[in-house]
């Protein structure tokens, strides 16, 4: 059975940077998607970004492209996302999750699910 779990969050100002990693457990990272998404309260979960299987098919939302970087690490079986020049709109829950499927920003193609990590970005 795939087990997530989220790390890394936590208080930065705006334009700072954090990575936050998801380790797995059960299932090799490389045999799977990994998508990472972010929630607020009141609005619905969004896609951050994808990596599939093959590392070679990844995805970002517009609102992070260009600041965000999704990355593989399989010696430690887990999933990074660096994540630079935040802004206060990047405060949210991060969760990533585990599909068989391909890289996609839907979160109905994902079975598994971290607990989720907080970042808050703020002056």
């Known amino acids: 059975q795939l087990q997530l779990v989220e790390s890394g969050g936590g208080l930065v100002r705006p334009g700072g940077s954090l990575r936050l990693s998801c380790a797995a457990s059960?299932?090799?990272?490389?045999?799977?998607?990994i998508g990472w998404f972010r929630q607020v309260p009141g609005k619905e979960r969004e896609g951050v970004s994808c990596?599939?299987?093959?590392?070679?098919?990844?995805d970002y939302a517009d609102s992070v492209l260009g600041r965000f970087t999704i990355s593989r690490d399989d010696t430690q079986n887990a999933v990074n996302l660096r994540m630079n020049s935040l802004l206060p709109e990047d405060t949210a829950v991060y969760y990533c999750?585990?599909?068989?499927?391909?890289?996609?920003?839907?979160?109905?193609?994902?079975?598994?699910w971290g607990q989720g990590t907080q970042v808050n970005v703020s002056s």
């Open positions: 990596l599939d299987w093959s590392g070679r098919n990844i």
């Open positions: 999750a585990g599909s068989s499927g391909g890289c996609l920003l839907d979160t109905s193609k994902y079975s598994f």
């Open positions: 059960g299932v090799p990272v490389a045999a799977l998607t």
